[in-house]
């Protein structure tokens, strides 16, 4: 039994330098991922102007003159996050409703993916600050019983050290989480309304034959 728990004990206290260097990892790249917020925030702040501009000019049309304001759309650009590569990368492809429906499918994927990386820091950056504060408890009880108080402060440091770096972490993940969240959502609902207004006229004439209008349930999830 003592030989299981020294086994215990040295594993445990082998993962504190990983753990930490872990930690160290996640707060440089949460201190990153803030500057790419602040960075998108003031694109899309520029980007309100352009959208709204796309609009007005949108809603003062009807019927195929509508198709030319979306050609301004794909054409001039001046859009970020989502919204700014569904208008780059269908600039080439807006005939085709086929490839279209699908660069709207590939952005819901790359929207998810972006969000799973917030989520990630949400969830790992506290456990490792909840591993970097069990850790070094074994080696301060150990100096508590032998009476080396500095011992067990140097490790209590670390202990605390730990947890508020992880928390840190997972605090801003959440909130860079919950602000993106929001943001995608909108660039896919402006998205979705883009593609329908594109195949309208389309859509119309199918539905004229007895054929149903494809619809993206995916973007109302």
């Known amino acids: 039994m003592n030989a299981l728990v020294e086994i215990l004990f040295f ?23 803030v500057g790419g917020f602040v960075r998108e925030m003031r694109e899309r702040r520029k980007q309100n102007a352009a959208w709204k501009s796309f609009l007005a000019g949108l809603h003062q049309q009807a019927g195929p003159p509508a198709e030319a304001a979306i050609a301004t759309f ?19 492809i807006q005939e085709s409703e086929l490839h279209l429906g699908k660069l709207v499918s590939d952005l819901e994927i790359e929207a998810a993916s ?25 080696p301060a009880l150990i100096g508590l019983s032998t009476g080396n108080i500095q011992d067990m402060a140097r490790h209590l440091v670390v202990a605390f050290s730990t947890t508020v770096l992880g928390l840190f972490v997972g605090g801003l993940c959440y909130g860079l989480w919950l602000a993106r969240r929001q943001w995608y959502a909108r660039d896919l609902a402006d998205i979705e309304y883009v593609y329908q207004c594109l195949h309208a006229t389309e859509g119309e004439q199918t539905n004229a034959s007895g054929n149903s209008q494809p619809q993206h349930e995916a973007l109302r999830a």
């Open 11 to 33: 594993i445990s206290t082998a993962l504190l330098v990983p753990v930490i260097v872990a930690l160290l990892g996640f707060v440089a790249w949460v201190l990153l991922e």
């Open 74 to 92: 794909f054409r001039n650009g001046g859009y970020s996050g989502l919204l700014g590569s569904f208008s780059a990368a269908g600039r080439e």
């Open 114 to 138: 972006r969000l799973t990386r917030m989520s990630l820091g949400v969830r790992v950056g506290p456990m490792l600050g909840l591993m970097g504060t069990l850790i070094p408890l074994g």
